[in-house]
């Protein structure tokens, strides 16, 4: 069983608002694209982690050799498209038929942990698709054109994360209709849902955020630095 994981790191970034592009964007001084190439490497059960990277960031990503030198597993970039489904589309066609299961992530999720991504990659090899979700805490409503138009079942409602699992050919699949259909979304599982086939959820961690405001950053930066303040106390 071979397992390729994609770190999609081609978006702009327009939301954080960063002199960078997100994926470069430094949380103590480590860009989030390293954390997150980083943390996809040391699950064991990965084989290959290939970052999904746009062009115009090529001298970008190649000045972070240094820090990406200690980093195992890890193939060439692949150039991303405008969006993100288009970003996914070019990783998953540079990966060899030897893949038998894809794991796609967001870079802008870097504290994702090894228990997690193994457990959606078991569930993926298993029922086709899986993904990282939680439960969500507050209720949630539909909303159209400033009016409530639904109150989903609140047990019934979950915030979707990555990475996101899937048995190479299903992906495939999912993929090619979509192009087919013009389809687009900003969640991998998604493509697979509209076809009708399983997708299974797997309870994550709520601190697998994605860093998309500069509050989120600033939140994640204080979440570190309390993480090395209860390292130090353990040691
Ligand atoms: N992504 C990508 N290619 C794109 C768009 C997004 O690889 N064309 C990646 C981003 O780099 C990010 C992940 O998909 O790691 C999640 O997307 P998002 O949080 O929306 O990031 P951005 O698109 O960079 O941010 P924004 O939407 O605020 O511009
Ligand atoms: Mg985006």
Redesign the pocket.
Known sequence: MTVAVL??????????GAPV???FAPLAGVP??VR?LAAMARVREVDRVVP???LADRDRFAALAPGLAGIPKLTAPVW?????????QAGLASLGPDVDLVAV?????PFVRARDVARVLAAARDVGAALLAVPVTDTIKRVRAGRVVETPERSECWAAQ?PQAFRAEVLREALARAAAEGFQA?DDVRLVERLGLPVAVVEGDPGNV????SEDLTAAHARLLDLRACDEAVR
């Open positions: 770190v999609l790191a081609a978006g702009r970034g327009e939301r954080l592009p997100k994926a989030l694209v997150s999904v990277v746009a991303g498209g405008a969006e993100r489904q288009d970003s996914m992530h967001d870079a802008a999720r990555t900003t994605k860093i998309t405001r």
